[in-house]
């Protein structure tokens, strides 16, 4: 078995095999938050990435990606149902985003949390090298941590949750919360989006497990763990590059000329998610319409939506009622050849995203709670000409890095209607004020600054940061 000094450890891989139409089986970049941070940052690093690829049944073996060793693990039917969609997906999920749908508890899907976490960590303690510093992600893996430093007390562990970390009267419903609390306390650093989820943590282990705790660092037996706020980024540069395209420019301006030349157009880019505010806002677009406040022939809303935990209920009630309500606008508001909405729901290559957020006048980004929210971030990078207006969710973590953006509560549907409106009709000069201040808040905190901010504070020796590039 290959050993690797850096070992990154997450749910899933950063590709997934995707069956084309023909049958024939093709890896492609999986989409979702952690992927895109993690991917552009690892690329041509000797690490080895532990996932799992996707189906279920045998792991397959996969090529190196960009240099990246893949390590599969594998899931079962059975996990994939009470682990992933069960235990993570209808239990954390929910009450890690305010309880926004009601979270499902079952007993055996916390067996098979258990039972999946301990394979995970088995199987990073066969690949990671003495000494080897290993960073778990995600609310999947929670327990990973503490089983890992059991098997392998040599590995410096850090553990990050990409996901908001809820208050402790939400996090108290958990009937395993002492334990969901313990395994992340086996790494030597827990990180968090931000500073109030570290905060919620600190209290929750003094509240649960009795340790002194602050808002930095928590003492375990012998041992201090660090905690804090690391807000996530991504490859600002890379989008920009992208963006800068000619390819790119022509093909927006093709999209727009395809969507009938409108002088609006809005662009929301979502996993389909009740998380995201996908129905609040198709509320709020059908009412401006309604009112004629908005019309179709002048304003466009495309609206990116793609399938996301597809067996799980609350998804699929989820999908039904959106897609009920894109034809209700459109048959409503629509004229032939003219739709109130243009609704995709396929995973497109980082050109075509480049080129709609390129298109995008207006970026509509309203989720009812995010731990961070990348399509935001995105969005800012593209814009090389510092042009378009961000619409964003006080109730994403992006919020707190882009206070420039038009904010708004989603729960707060004239709030939002007038935010609409305020970003649709904003003056250029306001539009391009804002957007130059957020972008120079991502040309530093990029991914980059996200790794070497965190991992700093992880391997205090700083080998890693080398040869991450530093
Ligand atoms: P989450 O992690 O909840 O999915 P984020 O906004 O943080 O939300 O990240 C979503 C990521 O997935 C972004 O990098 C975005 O570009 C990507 N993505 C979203 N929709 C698509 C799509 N239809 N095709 C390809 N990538 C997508
Ligand atoms: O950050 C939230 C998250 O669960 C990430 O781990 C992942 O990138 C994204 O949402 C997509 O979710 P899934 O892996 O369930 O498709």
Known sequence: ???????????????????????????????????????????????????????????????????????????????????????????LWPIYHDAVEQPEHHRRWWDAYQRVNQRFAEATAQVAEDGAVVWVQDYHLQLVPGLLRALRPDLRIGFFLHVPFPPPELFMQLPRRAELLRGMLGADLVGFQRAQAAHNFAQLVTKVLGLPATDRRIAVGDRMVRIGAFPVSIDTNEMAALASRPEVADRARRLRHDLGSPDHVILSVDRMDYTKGIEQRLKAYSELLEGGHVKVRDTVLVQVAVPSRERVGQYQILRDRVEREVGRINGEFGRVGEPAIHYLTQPFDRTELAALYRVADVMAVTPLRDGMNLVAKEYVAARVDDAGALLLSEFAGAAAELPQAYLVNPHDLEGLKQGLLAA???????????????????????????????????????????????
């Open 1 to 91: 078995m290959r050993q690797s000094s850096l070992v990154v450890v997450a749910n899933r891989l950063p590709i997934n095999d995707n069956v084309a139409l023909d049958g024939a089986c093709e890896w492609r970049r999986s989409p979702g938050g952690l992927v895109s941070a993690l991917h552009p940052l690892l690329r041509h690093t000797p690490a080895t990435w532990v996932g799992w690829a996707g189906g279920t049944g045998p792991a397959p073996t996969l090529p190196d990606v960009d240099g990246v060793r893949m390590h599969t693990v594998p899931l079962t039917g059975d996990d994939l149902r009470d682990h992933y969609e069960g235990f993570a997906n209808a239990t």
């Open 424 to 470: 649709l009709r904003a003056e250029p000069a306001d539009v391009r004020t804002r957007m130059q201040a957020m972008r120079a808040h991502l040309r530093v905190h990029d991914i980059r600054a996200w790794a070497r901010s965190y991992l700093s504070t992880l391997d205090q020796s700083g080998s890693l940061l080398t040869r991450l590039g530093g």
